[in-house]
């Protein structure tokens, strides 16, 4: 599995810029970019000491085999996971729990859904 992960709130992705990088840009702008981008590729599975059903459970990815930021090649991800339908779009929701290294835990949500109509 590979993903892509992009932030899509403007004030995080300069509009400006173009790829490849100009010499106009702006090391912040291309920082800024690389701060809320986040991309990795490798296998996953299931994990089954979790109740996995055809609706809820969780998934690893990993070992990740590359990864935007190299501190998580090799690294696992578990993800729980849930899916719905709604108007008739099946959605997977991955969720992701942890906690920062201030103390603060987070969740972090991602919705895929498959695009041809099932």
């Known amino acids: 599995?590979?993903?892509?992960?992009?932030?899509?709130?403007?004030?995080?992705r300069p509009?400006?810029?173009?790829?490849?990088p100009q010499s106009s840009d702006t090391e912040f702008d291309w920082n800024l970019v690389g701060r809320h981008t986040l991309g990795y590729a490798g296998p996953f599975s299931f994990n089954e000491s979790v109740p996995v059903t055809k609706t809820r459970g969780q998934i690893i990815h990993g070992p990740l085999t590359v990864a935007s930021t190299p501190y998580l090649e090799g690294g696992m991800l578990p993800r729980d996971y849930v899916v719905k339908k709604q108007d008739g779009v099946t959605y997977l929701y991955l969720y992701a729990r942890g906690v920062v290294a201030s103390g603060v835990p987070f969740v972090t949500e991602l919705v895929w859904n498959r695009i041809a109509k099932e």
Do not use: G, H, K, Y
């Not at 590979?2 to 004030?11: G, L, M, Q, R, V």
């Not at 509009?15 to 490849?20: G, M, N, V």
């Open 1 to 12: 599995m590979s993903a892509n992960i992009a932030a899509t709130d403007p004030e995080w």
């Open 15 to 20: 509009q400006a810029l173009r790829f490849p």
